[in-house]
Every structure is written in C-alpha cells, then in structure tokens.
C-alpha cells in the first residue's frame, strides 16, 4: 500500500501572517510531495515493508535492508515530520499552553516563557537543516532536543510532542535568514489541543 500526502487541513494563506500562502503552497504541496513519492520509491524494492506505517520504519530503522535504510530514515522521516507538522498548527493559533501539557511544561521548564526560550534556542543553534522537538524520553520525561535533516525522535526511543521545522525551506521566503524571528512568530500558530492529543499519546 502506498503511503499518501495528507491533504493540508486549511487553506495555504491560513497561518498568514505568521507563515505566508507561497510557504505553505511549496512546503506542503513539493517539499513533503516529494519525500512521500521517494519514500514510496525506496519501498518498492522491499514489498515485505510495504504494509508498514511510516512511524514503524523509523522506529525501527534496523529492520529496513541496509541498500534503501538511508532512503527511508530520511524520506519516511519527512513524510511523518510534516504529517506531524501540518497537525500541530491551525488558523488563529497561539496563545498559552492548555490542558496537561501545560501543566507538564511548567512542571519541566519553570513556565512557558522559559520553556519557549530554550526550545527556540534549540531551534536558532540547529546548525544547517533540521527540527527542534519537545519529546518524551525514555524515562517520561520532557526534554528539548533538536535533530538534523528528516531525523525524528522516534528513532532515539523518544516520542516527539512538538516540533517546529528549521529547514530554510520552511521560513526563508518570507523571513529570509532570520530564522529566530521565524521561531518566535510561529508559536502564534500552535494547536495546543492537537499537541495534547500527542502528549497523551506519549507511552504508546
Ligand atoms: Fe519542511
């Protein structure tokens, strides 16, 4: 079965004017276009990964024959990266954390305001392509980390709750080199419920 691009669940000028329509269109429409075509490329040379999620390829990426791995770490990672990614913003975003993940935000990083800090921090100092993330460790408990290129938490054993892409792809037509503003104004399109549904989700 072929993995398909999820349609975007609003229009591309949505998030306007945090993350322009431009943005939106080419993001979605070519860049995460084309990691699942890739990634239903590399499949086709192993039918018996075929009925797999994406998620289960990464969190599983040494039962993926070596000649196609480096294929699917990347291409599956960016297939459930924007998955992901499109879900955890939506129109008129923004604003304090609701639910548990509020609770557990503040709990691990004082409050959202120093929380905020560290995870764009982690997102400015990712040096070249990548995300940064709020996961679940192993051990439960939250952390910020960030990755490079498609890499995802779950294939570190750790499930991720948020992230925001930091590849230029993702900012530079509108805020072009100034990734920290890109940072700062994207968390005026977070869906805090979509990320409880994913906090909750976290020792599955
Ligand atoms: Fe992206």
Do not use: C
């Not at 998620?55 to 000649?67: A, F, H, K, N």
């Amino acid at each position: 079965m072929a993995h398909e691009l999820p349609p975007l669940p609003y229009d591309y000028a949505a998030l306007e004017p945090h993350i322009s329509a431009d943005i939106m269109r080419l993001h979605h429409d070519k860049h995460h276009d084309t990691y699942v075509k890739k990634l239903n490329e590399a499949l086709g040379q192993a039918p018996e990964l075929q009925n797999k999620s994406a998620e289960e390829l990464i969190r599983d990426l040494s039962s993926v024959p070596e000649s196609i791995r480096a294929a699917v770490r990347n291409n599956g990672g960016g297939h459930v990266n924007h998955s992901m990614f499109w879900q955890i913003m939506k129109p008129e975003g923004g604003g304090n954390p609701t639910g548990a993940i509020a609770d557990a935000i503040n709990e691990t990083f004082g409050d959202f305001n120093s929380f905020k800090e560290k995870f764009n921090d982690a997102g400015v100092k990712q040096f070249g392509s990548g995300w940064a993330w709020l996961v679940a460790g192993a051990d439960g408990k939250l952390k910020i980390t960030s990755t490079a290129n498609q890499d995802n938490p779950l294939s570190n054993g750790e499930f991720p709750i948020l992230g925001n892409d930091v590849w230029e792809h993702a900012y530079y037509l509108q805020y072009q080199n100034r990734r920290p503003d890109y940072l700062t104004a994207w968390w005026n399109t977070v869906n805090w419920e979509e990320i409880n549904r994913r906090f909750a989700q976290r020792n599955r």
